[in-house]
């Protein structure tokens, strides 16, 4: 049974940068995609970026030059490093590991952008 767990949120003032990390339990088996989401207040969950078991990535076009989505297979880890963060980027950020036969989130990690 795959599960994966978010860390790395937390206060940062607008302009700054943040480092989140998704660490993953079980084996990921081919085919497979890991990916970021965010919920903000009053709004639905919406992805942000993708990382494909082939290495390629897709983004969001508002976090495209900003954001780099990453792996790292020897710890089946996965990290978003946020750059020149907006308040509009402020949200709870979750983990998500799809592959054949599973579907797992994180519990989520709070971002918070101060203007």
């Known amino acids: 049974q795959v599960q994966v767990a978010e860390s790395g949120g937390g206060l940062v003032q607008s302009g700054g940068s943040l480092r989140l990390s998704c660490a993953a339990s079980?084996?990921?088996?081919?085919?497979?995609?890991m990916s970021w989401f965010r919920q903000a207040p009053g709004k639905e969950r919406a992805l942000v970026a993708t990382?494909?078991?082939?290495?390629?990535?897709t983004y969001i076009e508002s976090v495209k030059g900003r954001f780099t989505i990453s792996g790292d297979t020897s710890k089946n880890s996965m990290y978003l490093q946020m750059n020149n963060l907006k308040p509009e980027d402020a949200a709870v950020y979750y983990c998500?590991?799809?592959?054949?036969?599973?579907?797992?989130w994180g519990q989520g990690t709070q971002v918070t952008v101060s203007s």
């Open positions: 990382l494909f078991h082939t290495s390629s990535t």
């Open positions: 079980g084996t990921l088996f081919s085919p497979y995609s």
């Open positions: 998500n590991a799809q592959g054949l036969g599973y579907n797992a």
